[in-house]
């Protein structure tokens, strides 16, 4: 397939890519100076779970050697296309991002887990690591590029590792947890294609710089996927904590012809609301968690008056019957059961 026109390695390190890479390695950014700032920082593993980065890197380097680190770009989840964009525009900030976390939890190999039906930016990542290879910078971190095989359970980070490993992608009973034992029974660090997206940038500009750019209460930025009933549908960088009518406005407004009815928050597994809460914070817990609904990945899809809401939750409920992973019997028939009475005449 014809490959995006993104930023090129050299057009990146122009514009002053990998220097604080560089300056991880010659010592003059120490290890604990990073953790530091990724700690006063708000910046969350932004694939659905919303867990503290710092955290997560400090748990992985408190672990044995060696250690592993995977990048979920499965990115299965309804609605959700935000690191296809970012990876299709600016490949290397994601790459600068792995090689640091890669020097600072002591990482000797990395595998990159690529959703199947992004064939165009496989091509461009393999294409882009090589010149990173080549250039010298990858020296202390192998990384590999696997693709995934289009299962919606592979999403989740054990499912995904059983996968990497060559079997059948169903999630691990916990503990152990792949922070102590994950890839190959090794301890495994895993984080999203956004969340490694911020990693120069605080770095560069400071945990302070990270956090003003959200809302009170809500400290960061979010990169949101806006679909449905808008009038420009897209990825839209907004302050933690945005609202649906917030990100409405920033799309323009909804399409022609529409009227606001109801959204999902966070992609298809993330519930439905109705307009009349549009003006709940979309951030991790709060609010939202109080309705029974959460903002996972960030995937915002926006329904209108001339949407049957019935039908939505049809359609939804059909997607989880065809993507169980089959393991659990509520969740495997319980699916299927669902729909056929949401399909039933009465």
């Known amino acids: 397939p014809d490959q995006p026109k993104c930023l090129s390695f050299q057009e990146y390190c122009n514009a002053?890519?990998?220097s604080i890479y560089k300056e991880c390695l010659d010592g003059s950014r120490s290890v604990e100076e990073i953790i530091k700032n990724l700690s006063r920082s708000n910046l969350r593993g932004l694939g659905g779970a919303g867990f503290p980065t710092a955290k997560k890197w400090e748990i992985v380097r408190q672990q044995p050697t060696p250690r592993v680190l995977v990048v979920n770009i499965d990115e299965g989840e309804p609605g959700t296309f935000k690191d296809r964009l970012y990876l299709s525009q600016d490949p290397h900030r994601m790459i600068e991002g792995i090689l640091i976390a890669a020097k600072v939890v002591d990482i000797e190999t990395c595998y990159i887990y690529m959703r199947d039906e992004y064939p165009e930016i496989i091509a461009l990542l393999r294409g882009e690591l090589d010149k990173v290879r080549a250039a010298g910078l990858a020296a202390h971190v192998e990384i590999q590029l696997r693709r995934g095989a289009g299962a919606y359970i592979c999403g989740e980070e054990s499912a995904m590792i059983e996968s990497i490993e060559g079997k059948r992608g169903l999630p691990r009973h916990r503990p152990p947890y792949v922070a102590e034992q994950g890839i190959f029974g090794r301890p495994t660090l895993v984080n999203n294609v956004e969340t490694l997206h911020w990693i120069r940038d605080i770095v560069e500009n400071g945990a302070d710089w990270f956090n003003a750019q959200g809302k009170p209460d809500h400290p960061g930025p979010r990169s949101y996927s806006v679909s449905g009933r808008v009038a420009r549908p897209g990825v839209i960088v907004a302050p933690a904590g945005s609202t649906v009518n917030d990100l409405i406005s920033l799309c323009g407004g909804m399409a022609d012809g529409h009227i606001f009815k109801g959204y999902l928050p966070g992609g298809a597994s993330g519930g439905i609301l109705p307009a009349s809460k549009g003006d709940i914070p979309l951030d991790f817990g709060g609010a939202l968690a109080d309705e029974g609904c959460f903002v996972g990945s960030h995937a915002v899809?926006?329904?209108?008056?001339?949407?049957?809401?019935?039908?939505?939750?049809?359609?939804?409920?059909?997607?989880f019957a065809h993507e169980s992973c089959g393991q659990c019997t509520p969740c495997r028939n319980g699916t299927e059961k669902a729909v056929a009475m949401m399909e039933a005449t009465e």
């Open 301 to 319: 899809v926006v329904l209108s008056d001339q949407d049957n809401m019935w039908d939505a939750a049809t359609n939804l409920m059909k997607f």
């Open 16 to 18: 002053n890519g990998y």
